[in-house]
Structures are given as structure tokens and as C-alpha cells.
């Protein structure tokens, strides 16, 4: 089970993100202020209201956005009752109990995860509740609900140690990017690309990632820009997806469909690059047709205007060709008369500096 904690502002943005079916299969409404029937109207409202008791504070993140994401198979296992002990747990080792809060479950690929929010502002003491020590009060609601749901029990940290030793192992004993990437897939982690100072990642079984050049002793980020700058790697977030969707067959899904199979991380690879290029020649040709068909309207608009033995008057289109040619060419001439003025007035003001310079001069 994975739990993730933040806290964070713009209620109407929050509204839209827990409500939205974008990526999500289905969305469902457990509660919102201890009402089990609210509507999608209601529960906006309540987010907004939870706002609006912020702005007596000097709060500028009123929100405290949680959720809760049990591993494959054991989502399939959680009922509602469950989903709703889960927040209280959350709440009773965040310091939350008396908080207003909202639960919404999303199912996306046929997985299901929780979204819990809860209002920070205490109606009682008119102060906004603290979050010191969330993220580690969160682990300890994360250990009681595995224990009380009969969950598999999640590591408290990764063993960064045995990834590193790993890793350093590997880079060691391989001489191309390619090679390093296969034997790294073949102990079981996925080289991925990062994205910012992160260039690269490395995701292990659990689907969870860290940056690869951490985890290289010894061994400098343009070193590994210079043996990998060849090789088309997944981004983290794919090759998290992939990890987990391994873990979970292995697992075994109940009461899912399995699926046919997992891809490897050089297809997802190549299927990423493939879309990529494609995007890219598809483009081009919209964007080549665009002028193609521009440049035939305009010749045929100019010629139509300019034969005189025509005797009907031309057609809108026409028009508008022939008045676009001539539009084009007045701003043209009038882009070079106004920097023929600029330059004008810089010469103009350079002579007026000159001379006040002489002046000064004469005087000292």
C-alpha cells in the first residue's frame, strides 16, 4: 500500500481534479461532510467552503489531500466500510478526527485508489490544524491498515544499499548503454529516462524509482549521459506501470481480468518512440497541406483580380486573397518607414547628447 500526503490550495481546481473522469475509468462518492448521497454540485460547495473558512486564517493551503493506493489485487478486496476505516485510521494518526473531510474513490485500468481531503481549519480553536510529521504519522497509519486489512506488509524504506550495490555491479561489468539496460532488466530493475535534474531514473521491482546516478558510486551524471545518450529508454512513469503490472500477476489479481502480457521495457521503448516520430510526421504533412492549399488560393485569388477580361466582379474569396497580397505588402512598407523614423530620432537624440556634452564642456 502506498500513501501520499500534501497539502494545497485552489478548492475549484481540486473540485474538478476528484470529480474528473480524465484517466479515470469510473469515479464514485463515499462521503462529503458525513453525507453518503452528495451530488457532484455538493461536494464543490463543500470544497469551497472549506476555502473560504481558510481566508480568517493566514492559511495559504487549506486543504490536506491524501490518498491511498492498495497494491494490486488488494484493492479488489477493499469495501466501502474498509475505504471509510482507512480514512479514519489516516485521521486518528494525523490529528484529524474532527476535521470535515470528503472520500472519493477512482478506478483507472481496473485498479482502485482513494482520495481523501480534509479542511485544516479547526472551527473550534479557529486555527488551522499543523501538519508536522505527516508523511511519518502517514507510514504509521499505512502499517496499521496492512495489519487490520490483512494487506501484504509494504517495506518502510527501499534498501537503497542493495539497489546501489546493484547497480554499481552492473555499470562495472558492462561496457554499452545497450548491455547495461538488458542485465539491469535481467536483475529485475528498468533503466528509465528522468526528467530535469533527475536525467535518469531506475525503477526496481516494487514500481518504485530513484534516481540512477545516486545509485552509482563513484560514477558522474555526464558519464551516464555519454554511455546511454544512444539508447531509447521509457520515461519512469512507464516503467513504473510496468513494474507494477508485473508484480501484480505475479500476485495474482482476484476477481480481475488477467492481462496477456505484460511488455518488456524495450517495447515500451520503441512503441513510445514510434508514437513520438509519427506525431511528429503527422505534423508536418497537416502543416505542408495548410500551405499548399494557401498557396493555391492566393495565386488563383491574384490572378482572378488581375484579368481584366473577366466581367463579373470577383468572388469573396477572391477578395479576400487579392486584399490579403495587398495588406501584406502595406505593412511591409509601413514596418520599414516606421524604423526608418526610429532611426531618425536616434540620430536626432545622439546629436542633442553630443551637444549638450560640448556645452558642459565649455563650461568647466
Known amino acids: 500500500m502506498i500513501i501520499r500526503v500534501n ?24 462521503e462529503v461532510d458525513g453525507r453518503e448521497d452528495a451530488d457532484r454540485d455538493y461536494l464543490k460547495q463543500t470544497i469551497l467552503s472549506m ?19 492498495p497494491a494490486y489485487g488488494e484493492d479488489q ?12 485510521i489516516l485521521a486518528e494518526e494525523l490529528g484529524y478526527q474532527d476535521q470535515r473531510r470528503l472520500i472519493v474513490l477512482h478506478t483507472k485500468k481496473g485498479r482502485t485508489h482513494a482520495h481523501v481531503v480534509w479542511e485544516r481549519y479547526d472551527h473550534e480553536t479557529q486555527k488551522v490544524v499543523p501538519t508536522k510529521n505527516s508523511h ?9 491498515m496492512e495489519k487490520e486489512f490483512k494487506h501484504k506488509r509494504t517495506a518502510w524504506r527501499n534498501d537503497k544499499e542493495t539497489i546501489k550495490d546493484d547497480m554499481t555491479r552492473l555499470w562495472v561489468n558492462t561496457k554499452t548503454g545497450a548491455e547495461f539496460v538488458q542485465q539491469a532488466r535481467k536483475a529485475g530493475y528498468i533503466v528509465s529516462a528522468g526528467t530535469g535534474n533527475r536525467p535518469f531514473m531506475v525503477v526496481d521491482k516494487n514500481g518504485v524509482s530513484c534516481d ?3 545509485q552509482l558510486k563513484d560514477v558522474r551524471t555526464k558519464e551516464v549521459r555519454a554511455r546511454l545518450r544512444h539508447e531509447q529508454l521509457m520515461t519512469d512513469k512507464q516503467a513504473i506501470e510496468v513494474m507494477r503490472n508485473e508484480q501484480g500477476s505475479k500476485s495474482g489479481k482476484q476477481g480481475r481480468e488477467q492481462p496477456e502480457a505484460a511488455p518488456t521495457a524495450r517495447a515500451k521503448a520503441q512503441e513510445f518512440t514510434n508514437n513520438a516520430s509519427q506525431t ?49 505588402a502595406d505593412v511591409v512598407n509601413d514596418e520599414a518607414a516606421e524604423q526608418q523614423r526610429i532611426r531618425e530620432q536616434i540620430k536626432q537624440q ?7 556634452r560640448k556645452t558642459h564642456g565649455r563650461g568647466r
Open 136 to 144: 511519518l504519522n502517514a507510514k504509521f497509519a499505512r502499517v496499521r
Open 51 to 69: 476555502e473560504l473558512n481558510a481566508m480568517l486564517t493566514k492559511c495559504k493551503n487549506p486543504y490536506l489531500n491524501v490518498q491511498i493506493n
Open 77 to 88: 478486496k477493499m469495501t466501502r466500510e474498509d475505504w471509510y476505516r482507512a480514512a479514519d
Open 212 to 214: 540512477l546516478v545516486r
Open 350 to 356: 545622439q546629436e542633442r547628447i553630443r551637444n549638450r
Open 280 to 328: 511528429t510526421a503527422d505534423e508536418a504533412k497537416i502543416r505542408r497541406e495548410r500551405m499548399e492549399r494557401f498557396n493555391e488560393f492566393y495565386q488563383q485569388g491574384k490572378e482572378a483580380v488581375s484579368d481584366s477580361r473577366q466581367p463579373e466582379p470577383p468572388t469573396p474569396a477572391e477578395e479576400t486573397a487579392f486584399g490579403f497580397a495587398d495588406n501584406k
Open 7 to 30: 497539502t494545497r490550495a485552489n478548492g475549484e481546481q481540486l473540485g474538478d481534479y476528484v470529480l474528473s473522469y480524465r484517466g479515470n475509468d469510473h469515479v464514485e462518492i463515499l
